[in-house]
């Protein structure tokens, strides 16, 4: 009679188990259904566990339990190999094992910190004195192990009793692999749902015309984090609960790591070992626009928060082209002004523009350059300071083209008596922008006569560029000098001058001898007819460079004392070095 309960209760736990196989129910709520079923329907049985192997941490882990305490059993982290219920997921062999001294053999492998918490989370705080262990596996994928025990009841697990386990165990394995399939499908759709949501929240922001600091907010609040926006400078440009002391660290950051960050993924950032935040390139076709940066979280963003952080800077990259075309259109304006003013075409419209910034008023006028290898962000940077440093003193036009800020200064005060000061505001201003490059042209005393102070940079922008001109320095047209007046002459005229004033040493037969001739001739002129110095630059005993000197005014026909003899030989050099 027993028997037929026995097989009855059996039949009962496998159907009840099969029912669980297309169950939608929760993981854990699941296995803890399932290993109470089977506890019940096996007579002998009073406790047991399921285990489930962590692939990433390679340790198995009990997921549910009858008759252990939880709150020690939560801790056991079981390796491969170790222990009974170790040693079945190793080897995927089954295991019964009657007798406390062969279980106690067969756990006799197990590392003292999991013995203790298996002894401290059984009830009884004994060993059983009969186990059986099988292992749960799924299409050759390891599942876990189910282990069941026998600590109070009178005799032991038979082999019936451990076939009707492994049968049941693969399903089990089954109805865990399902389980699973459908968490991952609902976290899946969950994370669809809130990516979505957050990326609703986001265009919204946007649509409605609230402006960045609304979508940094935004991101913030969804993300839990500190938000920063860098432009392309490693300027902040908007935040949200943002922490003064580290905006520096992280625009040094961002500045060190440019190159890394132009992968457009998330990096991280790291101080001394110490996880800080994530940082994305803001990037468009015109390249990297700016930085997205995220701080105040504990560890790397989650699917959700890297998508939406990602859709952020996405919506970003828009806003900022947007942007950026207003600015060019307004580049474009501001050019054919410029043309207007140079040609001397005093339309009303141009005359409306003048007067509104304050040029009709002034009486002396100058034009300067400055000349940067920026972007977008880098003019418009320039013009900010511009009007923040000059705009004090003098009235201003700023005219931004490509890789170049066109500055007109107006001024009631004679400006011939202003360039020293001038010069002390491009300095202040080369402190903010040490890359930049300044020209400034003649001051002249009308509207009608600006067009020769602009020609007077461009002059000078074209000759240095030719120079190789320095990155950082200031160059008026007082520094010209008489190469004002050779710009522009050609090349014909300039062979014939240059031939008719080195021709001499330029047809020498030797090279060598022309070569260092000519060497000779440009140190010393370069050196102001210092021959000690001449002979310094060119490692030369000094009486060698006095024996080529000598040469020199004999061929040339020339007599370095004489100043209209230096004028022809520096012009001649010049031009040469421009054939």
Known sequence: MNNNINIERRLNT???VSKNITSNESLKQLIQEIIEEVIESIDKADAGFLLLWNEEKRYLEIEAAVNFKEEMYL???LLEGEGISGSVLEDGQSRLINTVEKIQEAMSNMRNKTLRYYLDSTVHAFLPVSCMS????????KIGVLTIDNFKNGGFFTAEDLRFLEAIGNQIAISIVNARAFQEKEQRANQLEAILHLHNELNETVLKGKGMKALVARLSASLQGRIYYFDSLYRLEASHL???????SLSSWLNSYTKELKSQQLHSIVYDG???GQALSVMSSFGTMGYLVITGITAPLDTVGELGFKHAASIIAIEQIKLQEQIKNKQAEKEMLLNEIIRGNFTPEVHSYLKKYGMIAAKNYIFLAIKCDGDINQLVSIEESVVRIFGKKYDIMTFPQNDMVYLLLGTRA??????????MYTERLQTIHHEATVFFGRPVLSLRNISISYQDVKMMMDMYVQDGEKRGRIYNFRSLGYKRYLINISDEEAIHFVENILGPIIDQTSRSAKNDLMLTLKIYLDADKNAAKTAEMMHLHPNTVYYRLQQLQEKLDCNFDHLEDLINLKTAMYLYDKL
């Open 14 to 16: 496998f159907i009840q």
């Open 75 to 77: 801790k056991n982290k």
């Open 134 to 141: 099988v292992p749960l596996t799924h299409q050759n994928q």
């Open 242 to 248: 943002h922490f003064k002391a580290e905006i520096p």
């Open 274 to 276: 110490r996880f800080i």
């Open 414 to 423: 004679r400006i011939g008596e202003k360039i020293d000061e001038i010069t």
